[in-house]
């Protein structure tokens, strides 16, 4: 399984997924499941796949060859537009589909994945894409700035409550970990280290790129401090007052 | 869909349960999921209910009739222990899946329901189970307190971090309410009002029983509360030291 988490922030976007793959309960590995392309100046893109990972990792591949697309071969460094982009990352989806599909169908493996395409070319605005597993995706909008791909319940609800296109990098930044640490906490296929990056609107280079181990001081500080101001919270709500003693 | 959710505390039994059903999105419907038996300094038992309403109203009608076990027929009212009784439980969910099984499964419905049982019978400990649709079943521990049928996901992670077998009723009160938030929020098929139970162990009657509506002053209260702690919480939470400016 896998967490993955995107946000579409006035300031930019944070995207962060964790790293755990599981072929059944006892064939448990660690691999990135961000992808990203820099061209500073001109753009970034960043990748991030939940699902089936010979397929994610595939629909990869293509992309770094290139993919035809109306008589030319185009790659994420070479797409003229980020909604360009997330066609292109569709593209490569229905190629893989159609040379392993099949295969895949027969064996009864279901052709599962999906996808959160960020960042920002030279001349567009900065974007978020979610591409299904048939290739066509939707876009992260001001009324909700966020998408999820893989085990996304156990951390929604903190992004439902707090979250809104407003709100300034470093606190999304906060909000996609407790995000993420809910997640960790309830579900052992989702799993640590995990993946960040930051972009900032119109820098056009990635503004941070870092891997969160489990001994990252920040990240254990977030982990302690959500833990103890949830308990601190509850406890400080009034009983009812309709409870019989 | 649904949301159930059931704590075992030393102090006693919670249980909680969300009236939503819907047999799409344009047929949605109040429905009770809790159902109770009490004979007060004797016996009290609740059942909550998720999944196919059909299937769901039936057991509790083959229960209310009787189910035959090793030669007698027992209702909840007549089954001597609450080991028993869950077994009683999972026989009528057996005879519904026997008579109605086959029927659903020639209109591709599939026999989709879980249980959750909770109670005490004089002579006998306080216990809490749930029994999946073959009739099966597992019971909460005091390693693991809470047991969830349903949607449950959004509510988990609060439960996870916060519940203890220790917790007071009081406070676990206050954690159902906040896990039944936090899946309002984010499923719209799990709605208001709920119904609320509490017992308290080797009283042998219900303490409380209340259904609890939108306009609940204490459930607004603490669903407004709730979201302003978390906010809180995490704008109080320090910024990364590696985030650059």
Redesign the interface.
Known sequence: MTYCVGLYLREGLVMLSDTRTNAGVDNISTFGKMQVEEVPGERVLAMLSAGNLAITQTVWNHLQEGVWVGGEKLTLRTVPSMFRAAQLVGQAVREVFAADGPALSAQGVSFDISLMLGGQIAGGPSRLFLIYSAGNFIEATIDTPFLQIGEH??????L???LEYGTP???G???VL?SMD?TL??NLTVGLPIDLL?YRTDSLEV??R?RLTEDDP?FR??RE???A???E????????????A
């Open positions: 319940k156990y951390g929604k609800p903190i439902d409550r707090a990098i470093a606190d930044v906060k909000l407790v809910s906490r309830s930051i503004g941070l870092r920040y500080m977030v401090r959500w833990s101001a949830l308990r919270a509850y406890l400080r709500l009034p009983p009812p007052d309709w409870l019989p």
